[in-house]
């Protein structure tokens, strides 16, 4: 078992930034590639970002490339969203997830199907 929560959610102004971290406990971190979801209301929930175990491969969503950021830091358990020209279309619940493999695939990496565990979520607001 992994056990996912995140924090650094709250309300920003258009063209503000955030930083989302996900705190992992449990099994060992970089053994999972790691990703970010969001699920705005009324909508599916989509991919955003990923990371493999190593960080040396990242995956991102077309809406938020050149604007986000994945990372993480496995000394720390934790993977990180930097999110910069926050859009009020980025407004939406975030979730991390870990996936069941360490060196994913693009389609496996974007793919919710593939993720095991999942955090709780944190509310990211843009207001314009």
């Known amino acids: 078992q992994v056990q996912l929560v995140e924090s650094g959610g709250g309300l920003v102004q258009a063209g503000g930034s955030l930083r989302l971290s996900c705190a992992a406990s449990?099994?060992?971190?970089?053994?999972?590639?790691m990703g970010w979801f969001r699920q705005a209301p009324g909508k599916e929930r989509e991919f955003v970002a990923a990371i493999n175990w190593s960080g040396g491969s990242t995956y991102y969503a077309d809406s938020v490339k050149g604007r986000f950021t994945i990372s993480r830091a496995n000394a720390k358990n934790t993977v990180y969203l930097q999110m910069n020209s926050l859009k009020p279309e980025d407004t939406a619940v975030y979730y991390c997830?870990?996936?069941?493999?360490?060196?994913?695939?693009?389609?496996?990496?974007?793919?919710?199907?593939?993720?095991?565990?999942w955090g709780q979520g944190t509310q990211v607001t843009v207001s314009s």
């Open positions: 449990g099994r060992t971190f970089n053994n999972y590639a």
């Open positions: 997830a870990a996936h069941r493999r360490q060196n994913p695939t693009a389609a496996q990496a974007m793919g919710a199907i593939w993720y095991d565990y």
